[in-house]
């Protein structure tokens, strides 16, 4: 038993599964909404990490600025994801509007390399890294950010949901969309603020891992690792993809730690969660907190 | 999907035979027929280059045929199809070293080898409602990439699988004119048994459940084992695609068969036209021949304006990847019947000439 190895995995698992369960809430918050399963989530992380890059190390705009104007911009894109190619394809069979969200990802992922080129690019310092001795332990600042930026969205769409007026819209569209429509709510603008809000809580995630571990298309895998945690929590709860996101995060890290000190298969670290993902559709399908589907005739 | 046939006037059906028969007249048969007969002649006509492609074109149709099945006519999605296309390949390059099994036989055991595999995958999301098998089919993606990397004993690791020439009977085919036989062979084959397959209750019952699947199983169809095995069909086309490629390109390895693959080969099929058989040709000849045009276009812009702006040598695959991407949403925004439903439209419209309104 490597203990502090161990803790030292437990930790990163931990950073990196509130982040996962960050990008998790935004898929499901698109997908209650709206119904679509996005299959460019990944990419939307990867969107918001590029152009905040291009500000701040092409440009050489201050952080401060930089990064608000990030979070505009995506709000921005998210609306004209929705309105441009999306809101044509309401009415049209699902399976139809999951290959646009397929077709959308490889457009950005293609594209941001046609831009930005293949090579990962160091993000520019926004905080001076420092490790901080915590009960014993080494921990990079970074990592305690990235945690505190995670919670910190987390708690705001919590709020955002059970007290807002507009996460108040946001639920009942996703409950019924008719009887939200009669009520007047503008369903219409609510699906373009889901997609708003999730590319812009993306993007935050986004940036986060770039400052970690630098900008490169790798980054689209967190879009990927989304499928599991939020299987795991249930497609259609937001806390569930929490808590989906931190469990695989953990797994994944403990699935290395067995890894290096018994097994040396290599490589299990990336896929574990995909196991975990056909065993949750085995045993339990709908997840920890999904709703079980059932239809009246 | 598939929009209203377009049967011309006075063209009654009486029997359900009449109306299940695969060519509405004697002409639309006798050019099939004809159709056929030419692409026989085709390896004397064509020089290498485009053999090959003919070849890959013949190769991805089977592959977009089984997915076809599955997202055409069942209404699933699945992002794993190249990883199964790939485990087809590898396994009937084991079959045909390892065991004294020829080629011949060896293509469609490893169809139905994959079709196995697809099943350990696709039963625990048949069960379930929606949209389960494209996730759990990405997560399949991902495990059989993996395995193929691992598994040195199967896939050779790290370095590229052999796999023998194509044998039959002793007789051993050699060459692209050869081989282009044997993909013909197989593609009429897989097509004609699709076709007829539409036209039995299976093949209807598949397409009860994508078009209601509530009605459907009040009907008395089994939504689980169909589901089942349409999947399992759309793996056991992909494996036999994949062997056919395995023995055509004689190495197998799992570079360029990741998650873009799979997307591809939903490309072609929504290009062609989701639910449409012959669409499924004519979307994988438009996604074969959509690179080779694309080069030849950037061969033909060099030095001008628009290389020196988008500089195309050098983003030539990144430019692809992106007109692929747009094609795939082009299409599903505006003609999602894809090509299948404008050849009908052409068809109808010389049909009636000059009184096409």
Redesign the interface.
């Known amino acids: 038993m490597n203990t502090a190895f161990l803790i030292q995995l437990l930790v990163n698992g931990l950073v990196v599964g509130t982040l996962y369960g960050v990008v998790a809430m935004s898929f499901v918050l698109i997908y209650k909404a709206t119904q679509v399963?996005n299959?460019a989530q990944g990419e939307l992380l990867l969107v918001g990490a590029w152009v905040c890059w291009a500000l701040l190390a092409k440009y050489q705009v201050p952080f401060w600025i930089g990064m608000p104007m990030t979070l505009v911009f995506m709000f921005v894109f998210g609306i004209a994801i929705q309105v441009l190619?999306l809101r044509?394809?309401i009415g049209?069979?699902?399976?139809?509007v999951?290959?646009?969200t397929?077709?959308?990802?490889?457009?950005f992922?293609?594209?941001l390399?046609?831009m930005f080129g293949v090579n990962p690019q160091p993000f520019p310092r926004v905080f001076e890294s420092q490790s901080v001795n915590l009960l014993g332990l080494q921990i990079q600042t970074v990592y305690i950010m990235s945690l505190v930026v995670s919670v910190a969205m987390m708690i705001g769409m919590a709020w955002f949901f059970r007290a807002s007026k507009y996460g108040l819209a946001m639920r009942a569209t996703a409950f019924n969309q008719q009887v939200a429509q009669s009520l007047g709510i503008s369903v219409k603008s609510v699906f373009a603020m889901a997609w708003a809000i999730s590319a812009t809580v993306s993007a935050v995630a986004g940036v986060v891992v770039a400052v970690v571990n630098g900008v490169s298309s790798g980054l689209a895998a967190y879009g990927?690792k989304v499928?599991?945690a939020a299987?795991l929590g249930g497609l259609d709860s937001v806390g569930g993809a929490v808590l989906g996101g931190i469990i695989i995060g953990l797994l994944e890290n403990i699935a290395q730690y067995v890894d290096s000190q018994y097994l040396h298969?290599?490589?299990l670290y990336?896929?574990a969660p995909?196991?975990v993902?056909?065993i949750v559709?085995?045993i339990k399908?709908y997840g920890l907190f999904g709703t079980h589907?059932i239809?009246r005739? | 999907m598939a929009g209203p046939a377009l049967i011309p006037a006075g063209d009654f059906r009486t029997t359900y035979a009449a109306d299940t028969t695969i060519f509405p007249t004697k002409t639309s048969r006798n050019f099939a027929i004809a159709g056929v007969l030419l692409l026989c002649l085709a390896p004397q006509f064509f020089g290498g280059y485009w053999l090959s492609i003919l070849i890959q074109i013949g190769i991805f149709s089977i592959a977009a045929l089984g997915l076809n099945i599955l997202v055409g006519f069942t209404g699933q999605i699945s992002i794993g199809h190249a990883a199964f296309f790939l485990l087809g390949a590898f396994t009937s390059a084991y079959i045909s070293n390892n065991a004294p099994i020829p080629v011949f036989f060896a293509i469609p055991l490893a169809g139905i080898v994959t079709a196995l595999v697809g099943l350990v995958f696709g039963i625990p999301a048949a069960r379930l409602k929606g949209l389960y098998l494209v996730i759990a089919t990405l997560a399949a993606q991902y495990i059989l990439l993996d395995f193929f990397s691992r598994a040195e004993w199967f896939s050779g690791g790290s370095v590229p699988a052999s796999a023998e020439p194509f044998s039959i009977f002793g007789y051993t085919l050699r060459g692209d004119k050869q081989y282009f036989y044997v993909v013909l062979a197989y593609v009429l084959a897989s097509y004609i048994l699709v076709t007829n397959l539409m036209r039995t209750r299976d093949g209807r019952a598949l397409v009860a459940i994508r078009d209601h699947y509530l009605s459907a199983e009040i009907m008395g169809i089994n939504l689980t084992k169909y589901r089942t095995l349409s999947f399992a069909l759309a793996a056991f086309f992909a494996g036999i695609a994949g062997a056919l490629y395995a023995h055509y390109q004689q190495v197998v390895s799992q570079e360029g068969f990741g998650i873009e693959r799979s997307i591809l080969f939903l490309a072609m099929i929504i290009i062609g036209g989701t639910g449409s058989i012959m669409g499924t040709l004519m979307g994988t000849a438009f996604v074969v021949l959509l690179p080779e045009s694309m080069e030849w276009l950037s061969l033909h812009l060099k030095g001008g304006a628009i290389d020196h702006a988008l500089s195309l040598n050098t983003n030539i695959t990144f430019l692809r990847e992106i007109a692929i991407g747009l094609i795939i949403i082009a299409f599903l925004m505006f003609e999602p019947d894809g090509l299948a439903h404008r050849w009908r439209q052409i068809k109808a419209y010389w049909k009636l000439y000059p009184f096409s309104h």
């Not at chain 1, 397929?102 to 457009?107: A, D, E, F, H, Q």
């Open positions: 399963v299959f190619i044509p394809m049209e069979p699902i399976i139809s999951i290959m646009v397929i077709g959308l990802s490889t457009v992922q293609a594209a390399k046609w990927i499928f599991p299987i298969w290599g490589n990336e896929i995909f196991y993902l056909i559709l085995m399908p589907d239809e005739i």
